[in-house]
T-cell receptor, first 112, second 112 residues
Framework: DADVTQTPRNRITKTGKRIMLECSQT?????MYWYRQDPGLGLRLIYY???????NKGEISDGYSVSRQAQAKFSLSLESAIPNQTALYFC???????????FGPGTRLTVT | SQQGEEDPQALSIQEGENATMNCSYK?????LQWYRQNSGRGLVHLIL?????REKHSGRLRVTLDTSKKSSSLLITASRAADTASYFC????????????FGSGTQLTVLP
């Protein structure tokens, strides 16, 4: 089984809808991250969490919120989706010293 | 904003040849990491080089780091068609609480 899983893998939604992307990991890592990737660009950090009680904004947090339900689960929500949030979303984990991140397979989100 | 910038943006070589990709960054780093991304998939961690290291090897991969020039290079020797992917450098900035900042990537195509 994959160490980092994301659901759903693909989602098409309409402008204004609320949507949640979920991430689960079995690596036992404390640190979890949400990134988005736009075509031809690298990954940009949305939110990150260093433990269950720690949530931090990344470079592009506006329009997003997160919830760390447990050490193994980190969810990303779009409260009111807009078309420019169409992107590929990745969850990642790392161990305490942050050396190397493990990525999920990604969620392709399309907002029409 | 992108901390790391890869060069070239795209590279096409024949199987068996070596591939060299470069990454430049702007501020002091704790370490620099290279990742591979196959089309539409999650990123895979390849290698990490710390700021006090100058060269590191892993299988067919060789990474160099020049902190005075704020640059790194990734060399893939004896390339294979399976090496076709996008390659990203990511910098772990000093004092950034272990966030990674990704470059925009080099698309490598290895022709059989």
């Amino acid at each position: 089984d994959a160490d980092v899983t994301q659901t759903p893998r693909n989602r098409i939604t309409k402008t204004g809808k609320r949507i949640m992307l979920e991430c689960s990991q079995t690596k036992g890592h404390d640190r979890m991250y949400w990134y988005r990737q736009d075509p031809g660009l690298g990954l940009r950090l949305i939110y990150y969490s260093f433990d269950v009680k720690d949530i931090n904004k990344g470079e592009i947090s506006d329009g997003y919120s997160v919830s760390r339900q447990a050490q193994a689960k980190f969810s990303l929500s779009l409260e009111s989706a807009i078309p420019n949030q169409t992107a590929l979303y990745f969850c990642a984990t790392s161990d305490f010293d942050g050396a190397g991140q493990y990525f999920g397979p990604g969620t392709r989100l399309t907002v029409t | 904003s992108q901390q790391g910038e890869e060069d070239p943006q795209a590279l096409s070589i024949q199987e068996g040849e070596n591939a060299t990709m470069n990454c430049s960054y702007k501020t002091s780093i704790n370490n620099l990491q290279w990742y591979r991304q196959n089309s539409g998939r999650g990123l895979v961690h390849l290698i990490l080089i710390r700021s006090n290291e100058r060269e590191k090897h892993s299988g067919r991969l060789r990474v160099t780091l020049d902190t005075s020039k704020k640059s790194s290079s990734l060399l893939i020797t004896a390339s294979r068609a399976a090496d076709t992917a996008s390659y990203f450098c990511a910098t772990d900035l000093s004092g950034s609480a272990r966030q990674l900042t990704f470059g925009s990537g080099t698309q490598l195509t290895v022709l059989p």
